[in-house]
DNA sequence: TGGTACATGTAACATGTTACATGATTAG
DNA sequence: CTAATCATGTAACATGTTACATGTACCA
């Protein structure tokens, strides 16, 4: 029952499990689909946290059922725990990009090479931007506008996607090669 | 002397010594002027992958200077290992921003406390972009343009903070806490 | 009845972070 | 002479990733 501060992982599935309990799985595809945007986690990492978490008091371990799923409740000392994880001012984010290191030796790639490996990962990106395009009317549609926290972490992948497809945009040709990705998805 | 690829550290140190010897506190400073925008590495970590990349090969170790400085020089063998490190597709990117963490689970925290977190991040943000900008005119009027790689990189940190700052700017109200900050270096 | 998705977990390793220990050199 | 900065490095630990092993239940 160590005392030192929660990490942001172990909190955010803290925080999941205010809403009741949940196993292993539920809690890897939740936090994949409300947090995953802006934060990444294994399958390992959420057992191993929950183990942890499990000896630290935080969460209790129900009964095993059918498909040996084993739903975890937090606790007293796990509500206090959040809590006092969500006191804390948050860390700087950290990004980082591959492609962007890749870039900055662009100098050691051949053109050609480049400019391809640039259009792929634009591509990935116009994809991404149309995915949360897509979840975002289909709350604003449905008339379920009603989480302004879920719905201010959405708005943020689609200014970042949004960002990031124009940045591609503005990329001088010799970079992204000449007269690529005849567009269709650019910003706004 | 393992034949794994390459982390992406370790290849962007590789790629700072094409241009010269360096020593582990130099290799530091490049980094992070150069490509700490967007990777983010700890001079504990440099001075680990030169080790391991000398007794690889990748590097060599130079005769230790005034300081100690020990400068390190790129072998054949580095080169090889970094070229083939460049011709990877890179992986994804990751953002771990904790305060959309704690934003999302907003739900949990006293509305002024989160208004107040939010005002000190937006302050951040717009302090970096600034610098951004100074230094991004800064290459401009001293007509030194040259190295279209570094710009672009330059570049995806200006669209990036201007897209987080457009962002905070578009909270609502109950989150972002009433009419604070009353601006003056918003986006364009 | 066979494949897919569900579900849990371990092992091994890679990467990243924090804290500390040690000393040289330089600037004031 | 002394404080700040430069410089290297180690130790301990936290976090993250990949690969694998094992088996269950559902559905076509």
Chains 1, 2 share one sequence.
């Not at 007293?76 to 860390?91: D, K, L, T, V, Y």
């Not at 926290?149 to 090669?177: H, K, N, S």
Request: proline share 7%; net charge neutral.
């Amino acid at each position: 029952m160590s005392d030192r501060p929660l990490n942001a992982t172990a909190a955010s599935l803290l925080g999941f499990l205010h809403e009741g309990p949940l196993t292993g799985w539920d809690l890897v595809a939740t936090a994949q689909g409300r947090i995953g945007n802006f934060w990444s986690l294994t399958q390992s990492q959420v057992y191993r946290e929950l183990t942890a978490m499990a000896e630290a008091g935080l969460v209790a371990a129900g009964e095993r059922g059918p498909r040996d799923r084993r739903p975890y409740a937090i606790t007293a000392a796990g509500r206090a725990a959040f809590a006092s994880w969500a006191e804390r001012e948050p860390g700087p984010e950290s990004i980082r990009f591959p492609l962007l290191l890749t870039l900055a030796f662009g100098r050691h790639l051949p053109p050609g090479r480049l400019a391809a490996i640039v259009g792929r990962h634009r591509a990935a990106h116009a994809a991404r931007l149309a995915g949360y395009e897509r979840t975002r009317t289909a709350i604003e549609t449905a008339g379920m506008g009603d989480d302004p926290y879920a719905q201010a972490t959405l708005e943020f992948g689609v200014g970042y996607e949004r960002a990031v497809l124009a940045w591609f945009d503005r990329l001088p040709p010799a970079i992204r090669g000449a007269g690529e990705w005849p567009d269709g998805a650019a910003a706004e």
